[in-house]
């Protein structure tokens, strides 16, 4: 009997304290198989061969853009124009902000760097774009400057490296984990995208496909459609950053974000 009343005090702590913590941070329970797909640097392919793609498969996704220096984002035999952009946005994508010149957050002051948001958020106006709530890092570099100029710039989910799940619960959804896909690492995709449960979310961050300005960071056409259709035919749901807001109550501070401010 004893050994009964023990298990049913564990049973009652686990299911109370989800519901404790997740009423703090979360709208809805997030569902399993979650996906945020991303796609950085606004390279070309992104708007010839993504686009089409996602639309084929119904996914949704994020498209963080920067006018890259090296090679010059003027090459448009290697980035979107603007009116590419604005057309990915029309397709109903988020664009999403990557900083005017792809500059690190560690290497701006406070300045430097609202006025690289700045940039991208006027161009954005410029072409009938809503103004960004997402940021993804250059480099994956993070800096402790950089959190209160996304805040006050109205900023509410940011992307680094890290190449783990993101966890509402004990994330910060101004540092959410993402992992890159290269032309090598599906092993480490596949492994990834089996963690999408128990309250974690995966992203995926991919830059061109292919990627010439980039050839470290290509993910190959075959391999990204691959990629989808694991995706479609396991039930996924595949969403833009700025959709998370419908799980995650971006009004109020991760437990973590709480305990750092004190
Ligand atoms: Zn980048």
């Given at each position: 009997m004893e050994i009964k009343d023990e298990q049913m005090k564990k049973i009652l702590l686990l299911l109370l304290l989800p519901l404790l913590t997740n009423?703090?941070?979360?709208?809805k329970p997030i569902p399993d198989k979650l996906v945020v797909l991303t796609f950085d640097d606004a390279i070309v392919t992104q708007y010839t061969v993504v686009a089409p793609l996602l639309k084929k498969y119904g996914f949704g996704a994020t498209f963080f853009v920067c006018e890259f220096t090296?090679?010059?984002?003027?090459?448009k035999s290697k980035y979107l124009s603007w009116e590419q952009i604005a057309a990915l946005n029309k397709m109903g994508f988020e664009i999403g902000n990557h900083t005017q010149n792809h500059t690190h957050v560690n290497k701006m002051d406070s300045l430097h760097f609202a006025s690289e948001l700045k940039y991208i958020e006027s161009k954005c106006a410029q072409y009938h774009?809503?103004?960004?709530?997402s940021f993804a890092y250059p480099g994956y570099d993070v800096g402790p400057k950089a959190l209160p100029v996304l805040k006050a710039a109205g900023y509410v989910f940011a992307r680094q490296g890290l190449n783990r799940p993101y966890d509402p619960l004990t994330d910060n959804p101004l540092l959410m984990p993402g992992l890159t896909t290269t032309a090598d690492n599906s092993k480490d995709v596949y492994d990834i995208l089996?963690?999408?449960?128990?309250?974690k979310i995966v992203v995926l961050t991919m830059h061109g496909v292919p990627d010439e300005a980039h050839p470290w960071v290509n993910t190959p056409p075959g391999l990204f459609e691959q990629y989808l259709k694991f995706l479609k035919d396991n039930h996924y749901r595949v969403i833009a950053m700025r959709d998370l807001k419908q799980y995650i109550d971006v009004g109020s501070e991760s437990p973590k974000d709480r305990k750092s401010e004190r």
């Open positions: 009423a703090q941070v979360l709208h090296n090679p010059p984002f003027s090459d774009i809503p103004k960004p709530v089996s963690k999408a449960n128990h309250g």
